[in-house]
């Protein structure tokens, strides 16, 4: 239940300063090449599925490269929805009940934002401590590299949409926050048909989340005891040299789960699933992509993987996708509902942000208990709560797609929250760290 000494969002991200170069997108129209300002290592072909020994044997291994697409209407779709997660952390879902129009409606729309030209999408930039706006996307700041995209973000509903829509559509800004308003709705509809699918192939009833559940429909603040949303759009404008660009960099989403609506015709989403490789998560007719989150990957003591994704660009397609973010309202304690636990109770949506993780993937790291297995981690550095149980046993750098190059020692920088930091020499790579506890 909500916690009445209530942080909300915005307080911690006061409290996490970005500066512009890590906010304000390039300026796309005008560039002609790959600036170096944006360009990464080549991509890691290697570790690309399409080639791997599973696709190319035919031997009925598809299962292991190919994204499971689910028809939400088949008599085993709750079956199929838990293969899902479980397996890969990534479905797409068929079926869903959105209608098209609304998916068109916001694609649209999501055109038409995006081809504002710069000054006037400039207006509504998101400021250094603030969540909502146009900007690239906050995980920015843990690489040296900038990536190939411009977003635009809209948390906690129809208070940040009444801001921003009227400085990017000064003369009818009434259109793109009805198509919003609609959008979020299905999505939100569409999210509470999925949750209790998700809960009952774990076997654990709805009463047990740490939340009223469902929440009430009324507006979502950030405190409240509404469930807590973002929308995200972004855009990928075509490439003069996508093998050495970054759409959005290697990361899982600190939601519960993520559902993605992405346009045709060119594949842009990765999946990374162990042991095989980044699989595409190529777009559907209708389809929406569902993604697991940080924080069901907690509530599901780890049964339920966070997807560690990315997007690659196109040298002709421009791409867009639109994210919606759900989780539980702002200020909830997220623990694990499988005994034995293996995460420790965090605060939900905000924790992750407050150790600057926020969409960077290291919330999951961040509440390993016992750990054995291996954990992800994005260039920079990746926090690990009470480093005195941990050995580095190995790390895998999934650019390169070798092993190696392991991170720095650990560094141990607040007593007051003992935790240690894994710094890694490379800016530019997302690892998995196998760790093992130290008895
Ligand atoms: O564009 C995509 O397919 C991925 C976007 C994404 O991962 C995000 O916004 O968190
Ligand atoms: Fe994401």
């Given at each position: 239940m909500a916690n009445?000494?209530s ?185 509470e048909?999925?949750l209790?699918?998700?809960m ?6 709805t009463d047990r989340l740490p939340w009223h559940w469902p929440t009430p429909?009324?507006?979502t603040?950030?405190t409240n005891s509404t469930t807590y ?27 519960l ?38 924080l069901?990957?907690?509530l ?26 759900y989780g539980p309202p702002i200020d909830i304690n997220i623990f694990?509902l ?9 605060r939900g949506w ?90």
């Amino acid at each position: 239940m909500a916690n009445s000494s209530s942080i909300s969002l915005s307080q911690v991200y006061q409290a996490h300063h970005y500066n512009a170069y890590h906010i304000i997108p390039l300026n796309f129209d005008t560039v002609r090449e790959l600036p170096e300002t944006h360009a990464w290592p080549p991509l890691d072909k290697d570790n690309d599925v399409s080639l791997s020994s599973f696709s190319s044997s035919g031997d009925g291994h598809d299962h292991q490269v190919k994204v499971p697409v689910i028809d939400l209407s088949s008599d085993d779709a709750r079956e199929m929805v838990g293969r899902g997660c479980e397996t890969w952390g990534t479905f797409q879902v068929i079926n869903h009940g959105v209608p098209l129009k609304v998916l068109e409606s916001m694609e649209s729309q999501c055109r038409l934002l995006f081809s504002l030209p710069t000054h006037e999408k400039m207006k509504a930039l998101r400021p250094p401590d603030g969540a909502s706006g146009y900007g690239l996307p906050r995980i920015s700041c843990f690489h040296s590299k900038l990536m190939w995209i411009e977003g635009f973000t809209i948390m906690g509903g129809s208070s940040s949409l009444l801001q921003l829509a009227p400085k990017l559509f000064p003369h009818n800004y009434t259109t793109f926050c009805e198509v919003v308003e609609e959008y979020n709705e299905e999505m939100r509809k569409l999210a509470e048909r999925l949750l209790p699918l998700m809960m009952d192939s774990l076997g654990i009833p709805t009463d047990r989340l740490p939340w009223h559940w469902p929440t009430p429909t009324t507006t979502t603040t950030e405190t409240n005891s509404t469930t807590y949303t973002a929308l995200q759009l972004n855009s990928y404008p075509p490439c003069p040299d996508p093998n050495r660009a970054m759409g959005i960099a290697p990361h899982t989403d600190t939601s519960l789960f993520t559902i993605l609506q992405q346009t045709q015709p060119s594949t842009g989403l990765q999946v990374l699933r162990d042991g095989v490789g980044w699989a595409p998560v190529p777009p559907v007719s209708e389809a929406l992509v569902v993604n697991i989150g940080d924080l069901f990957h907690i509530l599901s003591n780890g049964r339920f993987p966070s997807a560690l994704h990315r997007a690659v660009v196109d040298r002709t397609h421009h791409r867009y996708s639109v994210g919606y973010f759900y989780g539980p309202p702002i200020d909830i304690n997220i623990f694990p509902l499988l005994d034995p636990p293996r995460y420790r109770s965090s605060r939900g949506w905000w924790q992750g942000s407050r150790f600057g993780q926020w969409r960077g993937g290291g919330a999951v790291d961040l509440y390993r208990e016992r750990s054995c297995g291996s954990g992800q981690s994005l260039g920079g550095e990746a926090v690990y709560d009470d480093p005195s149980s941990y050995k580095l046993v190995s790390a895998r750098n999934h650019w390169t797609g070798v092993a190696g190059a392991a991170p720095e020692a650990a560094i141990f920088d607040d007593p007051s929250y003992p935790r240690c930091v894994l710094r890694t020499r490379s800016p530019v790579v997302a690892y998995t760290i196998d760790l093992t506890t130290v008895s």
